[in-house]
């Protein structure tokens, strides 16, 4: 069973999405994290994605305030990413309460540190955060192409035993026109032992169902929940 993750992203510490990565293109959908993630809880969500958007930006975590209200007034088992750049900042991260750290850009610039990271954590407590743009990996949240593949880039992470990723592709991203199924069957075709969760244009119900079909492991949905394009109650069949 695919596993449904809500996303919460925050920006001066409030529930914002933005459309295709683009922080001029924002939109407030609640002043309280909190509230947005005790919803989520109370109607049988177990996990929540957190993207600090300032943290992204900046390059330093921003907003962990807001995961230490989330953690300490709900059970959701929390990945939180954004701005995560060294040993201390891993270690105020899981210390806040998140369970799982989310690595974005740093994977990209250094993955010696991430190994180490691996070594010292466990495999099962780092989510690494693929963006693309037309298949080339994207960083600095979002704002800088690169010239590696998406395939490139998996491929020596998943030969260290590092399997648990999820894939953005950003011209999906907030416009509610529907996941990149090709490229999620591509990479899980190319990669059979990959735990891949889909990011980014999830849209309606049966955009899970065929995320499901082809093997992902979870989708995190955003903008959909936010704008009423699904609604808790649909999800209730893929909650435990």
């Given at each position: 069973?695919?596993?449904i ?28 994290p ?61 210390n ?7 690595l ?24 690494i955060?693929a ?20 395939f ?39 990669f059979p ?31 959909a ?16």
């Amino acid at each position: 069973m695919i596993e449904i993750i809500p996303a919460i992203d925050i920006i001066d510490g409030k529930c914002v999405r933005l459309s295709q990565g683009d922080f001029s293109r924002k939109t407030i959908y609640n002043e309280s994290p909190v509230d947005v993630a005790k919803d989520f809880e109370n109607a049988g969500i177990k996990r929540l994605h957190m993207v600090d958007l300032d943290g992204a930006k900046n390059g330093k975590i921003v907003n962990l305030s807001i995961v230490e209200k989330i953690a300490s007034q709900t059970n959701l088992i929390i990945d939180f990413g954004g701005g995560i750049k060294t040993d201390e900042d891993i270690v105020s991260v899981y210390n806040s309460g998140a369970e799982i750290i989310t690595l974005g850009s740093i994977a990209f610039y250094e993955p010696e540190k991430v190994y180490e990271w691996q070594s010292k954590y466990g495999s099962e407590k780092i989510l690494i955060g693929a963006d693309v743009k037309g298949r080339m990996i994207s960083v600095n949240g979002w704002q800088n192409e690169t010239i590696l593949t998406i395939f490139e880039f998996l491929e020596p992470y998943i030969s260290k035993g590092i399997l648990n990723f999820f894939c953005t592709d950003i011209a999906k991203d907030g416009l509610l026109k529907g996941p990149s199924i090709k490229l999620y069957d591509e990479i899980i075709k190319s990669f059979p032992s990959i735990n891949l969760i889909a990011s980014g244009g999830v849209s309606k119900s049966d955009d899970i169902e065929d995320l499901q079909r082809i093997g992902c492991t979870g989708v995190i949905i955003g903008k959909a929940l936010y704008e009423g394009n699904i609604t808790l109650k649909e999800l209730k069949k893929y909650l435990n």
